[in-house]
Nanobody, 129 residues
C-alpha cells in the first residue's frame, strides 16, 4: 500500500522558514522513478501546484515560489522536501505531497493535480503577519 506522509508544517511569522518532508513507502516502483510534487490548498481555493522534481533532479516551481522555496529529494531515504523561506501570509494553506510515474519520472504536467496518482494527507502551514 502506497503511503505518503508529510511532516514539518506549523505556525510561523512572516519572513520565517519551514522545511516540509514527505516520506514515501509502499511504492510500486523505485522512488527515483517518480515525479514528486508539492501542492497547497487554502480554504475555499483550488489545489495549486507549488513545485515538482523529476527523477534526474530537475525542478519546476510556481511563480509564487520562485526565489523563496526549494524542492529536493533524497532517493536513498524515499523522502521529498520543500524548504520554504521568506514565508508570507499568502502561503498559509494545507500542503500536500504527491507522486506520479506515468512519464518515467518526468513531470510534463507537474502543476495539474489530476496528473498524480498518490497523495499524502497534508500538513498545515500557517503564516501570521
Amino acid at each position: 500500500q502506497v503511503s505518503l506522509e508529510e511532516s514539518g508544517g506549523g505556525s510561523v511569522q512572516a519572513g520565517g522558514s519551514l522545511r516540509l518532508s514527505c516520506a514515501a513507502s509502499g511504492l510500486l516502483a523505485r522512488f527515483y522513478d517518480y515525479c514528486m510534487g508539492w501542492f497547497r490548498q487554502a480554504p475555499g481555493m483550488e489545489r495549486e501546484g507549488v513545485a515538482a522534481i523529476e527523477s534526474d533532479g530537475s525542478t519546476s516551481l510556481a511563480d509564487s515560489a520562485k526565489g523563496r522555496f526549494t524542492i529536493s529529494k533524497d532517493d536513498a531515504k524515499n523522502t521529498l522536501y520543500l524548504q520554504m523561506n521568506s514565508l508570507k501570509p499568502g502561503d498559509t494553506a494545507m500542503y500536500y505531497c504527491a507522486a506520479q510515474s506515468w512519464f518515467g519520472g518526468r513531470c510534463p504536467r507537474w502543476g495539474s493535480a489530476d496528473a498524480y496518482d498518490y497523495w499524502g494527507q497534508g500538513t498545515q502551514v500557517t503564516v501570521s503577519s
